[in-house]
């Protein structure tokens, strides 16, 4: 009955630790993604900007990235 009861003990310690180890895990995860979403966020902004600039300086159109070449709206 004590080895039993120590083997259970064990197998108590290990999954709490286990579980701490998790929690600590989920937590540097939690970060990245706040961090990876905030970087998002200010390239929307930057491209937001971008093209604000551009409709600015060449008006309404459409620019192809393949081509390169800017057809503006009639």
Not at 44 to 56: C, G, H, I, P, V
Not at 68 to 74: D, E, R, S, V
């Amino acid at each position: 009955l004590s080895i039993r009861r120590q083997r259970q003990m064990c197998i108590r310690d290990r999954l709490e630790i286990e579980l701490l180890v998790l929690a600590n895990q989920n937590n540097q995860l939690m970060t990245y993604k706040e961090e990876l979403q905030q970087t998002y966020i200010k390239i929307r902004e930057s491209e937001m900007t971008l093209a604000a600039d551009l409709k600015e300086k060449y008006g309404d159109g459409e620019f192809d990235i393949n081509t390169g070449i800017f057809t503006p709206k009639q």
